[in-house]
């Protein structure tokens, strides 16, 4: 069984950064493509990026495209998410979810993962 696990939120200034980490185990990271999502007080759930199991291949929602970036390490089975210039609107609870899809759109939709971490909170004050 995966088990994932969220590190790295807290509390930041705007125009600040923050590094999320998601570490997995159970199984080899390689078999499974990573996402993000992020969940702010009474709203859905939202896609912010996705990387393939190599690292190759990545994905970004349009808005969040240059200021976040996602990368993974899988000799540390370990999928960061690098997120600069962070902005009041960009604090949420941050969620880290594993697919057994190799890559594509349905990594776009929560309904595409298998599993997802506890969530850290990420807040970014003004």
């Known amino acids: 069984q995966v088990q994932l696990v969220e590190s790295g939120g807290g509390l930041v200034q705007t125009g600040g950064s923050l590094r999320l980490s998601c570490s997995t185990s159970?199984?080899?990271?390689?078999?499974?493509?990573m996402g993000w999502f992020r969940q702010a007080p009474g709203k859905e759930r939202e896609f912010v990026a996705a990387?393939?199991?190599?690292?190759?291949?990545?994905y970004y929602v349009d808005s969040l495209k240059g200021r976040f970036t996602i990368s993974r390490d899988n000799a540390k089975n370990t999928v960061y998410l690098s997120m600069d210039s962070l902005r009041p609107e960009d604090t949420a609870v941050y969620y880290c979810?594993?697919?057994?899809?190799?890559?594509?759109?349905?990594?776009?939709?929560?309904?595409?993962?298998?599993?997802w971490g506890q969530g850290t909170q990420v807040t970014v004050s003004s």
């Open positions: 979810a594993f697919s057994y899809i190799p890559f594509g759109n349905d990594l776009l939709a929560p309904k595409g993962y298998d599993g």
């Open positions: 990387i393939s199991r190599s690292g190759a291949s990545t």
């Open positions: 159970g199984r080899a990271s390689t078999n499974y493509a």
